[in-house]
T-cell receptor, first 120, second 112 residues
């Protein structure tokens, strides 16, 4: 079974600075997807960035980028020029394909999250 | 831009009561999912559906039932509510098995 580990329960960063959130995962699959989701106090799950395992190039979305190390099974999120609105819980998630009698679907396995505080 | 809509947003249930969490999506997505999020944890998959009339269990299906009579709707039924079902429930959908998964805003359920 896949597992996702986020070893930093809380992180803090000053506004305009850069912060890196860590994530490691365990899998025996070769083809999979990884995600970072942001969950503000409203609890809505907002997709921040995704990475396909077969792509060697690290994904980038504006101020958000990842460092994907497939051999090490590591998937960290870097937030540059941090803003007050970045304060939230961040979840790393691994997507695997589930094949059952009902058909093929996706299953997301989440880490326990990192709470990011942004200070002035 | 409705996306995935869940109702109700908040509900308090007494032990042993039953209720249905409603979920509807207007993106014509084939795949729909129900997750629960316990305090301080990530989300766990309860049930999923790959299309109308086809559903299957996820990681934590006990105490729940689902149905999928239409592409748009995927209600989650709680029978005989228990305190262990106190959680935030998220409905989600995707167009394909590898497509981006979009989440609803969550339904906070407390069982007392």
């Amino acid at each position: 079974a896949q597992t996702v580990t986020q070893s930093q329960p809380e992180m803090s960063v000053q506004e305009a600075e850069t912060v890196t959130l860590s994530c490691t995962y365990d899998t025996s699959e070769s083809d999979y997807y990884l995600f970072w989701y942001k969950q503000p106090p409203s609890r809505q799950m907002i997709l921040v960035i995704r990475q396909e395992a077969y792509k060697q190039q690290n994904a980038t979305e504006n101020r958000f980028s990842v460092n994907f190390q497939k051999a090490a099974k590591s998937f960290s999120l870097k937030i540059s020029d941090s803003q007050l609105g970045d304060a939230a819980m961040y979840f790393c998630a691994y997507r695997s394909i589930v094949r059952k009698d009902a058909g093929t679907a996706s299953k997301l396995t989440f880490g326990t999250g990192t709470r990011l505080q942004v200070t002035l | 831009n409705a996306g995935v809509t869940q109702t109700p947003k908040f509900r308090i249930l007494k032990i042993g009561q039953s209720m249905t969490l409603q979920c509807t999506q207007d993106m014509n997505h084939n795949y729909m999912y129900w997750y629960r999020q316990d305090p301080g944890m990530g989300l766990k998959l309860i049930y999923y559906s790959v299309g109308a009339g086809i559903t299957d269990k996820g990681e934590v299906p006990n105490g729940y039932n689902v149905s999928r009579s239409t592409t748009e709707d995927f209600p989650l039924r709680l029978e005989l509510a228990a305190p262990s079902q106190t959680s935030v429930y998220f409905c989600a959908s995707s167009y394909s098995s590898t497509g981006t998964i979009y989440f609803g805003e969550g339904s906070w359920l407390t069982v007392v």
